[in-house]
């Protein structure tokens, strides 16, 4: 591999609420204990994220996405942030995705980090945090998507002059 190829590669790691920390918010229930709910039949896991969002007429709205799976290396050339609103992805299913993130630069998208959940993992994306798109791999995965509505441009796009290539970790 030659070393300019090798400065745009980036191995993921495994994601990690201290190691994701400053983009955002890791969704896992086993850092939380669950709380009994509906006589004891149900468990829940509360306040897994925080939601932000900001402006006159903002709301939190909940939808479903269908992602169909990428290609590994993923070629990375676009990312974006959206500067009004947290934008979390919980899995529905305990399939891992990659989780693409950049320090911000003076408003621009810094080096690229990459993160492959553990089963079940979400991430919540900190307001203004640069992201890549929702990356499944192996199989199409559906997600419940916690994210920003109302008036305003929430949405900040980025495409890198040469792309980087994200690779899985080396099984060990």
Excluded at 25 to 44: F, K, L, Y
Excluded at 73 to 84: D, F, T
């Amino acid at each position: 591999m030659s070393s300019a190829c090798a400065e745009s590669t980036i191995v993921a790691q495994k994601l990690t609420a201290e190691a994701f920390a400053p983009f955002g918010t890791v969704i896992d229930r086993s850092i939380v204990a669950p709380r009994p709910m509906n006589a004891g039949m149900a468990q829940r896991f509360h306040d897994l994220a925080d939601i932000e969002v900001v402006g006159d007429g903002a709301r939190v709205v909940v939808g479903l996405v269908e992602a169909q799976p990428y290609k590994l290396p993923l070629r990375l050339s676009l990312v974006e942030r959206h500067p009004l609103g947290a934008q979390a992805f919980v899995p529905l299913n305990a399939a891992p995705f990659l989780v693409v993130v950049c320090p911000d630069d003076g408003g621009k998208p810094g080096r690229p980090r990459a993160f492959v959940t553990s089963p079940w993992q979400g991430v919540c994306y900190a307001r203004g945090t640069w992201h890549g798109v929702l990356t499944p791999f192996g199989a199409e995965q559906n997600f419940v998507v916690i994210d920003r509505a109302g008036p305003g441009i929430n949405l900040a796009e980025h495409v890198f002059e040469q792309p980087w290539f994200v690779e899985l970790p080396s099984a060990s």
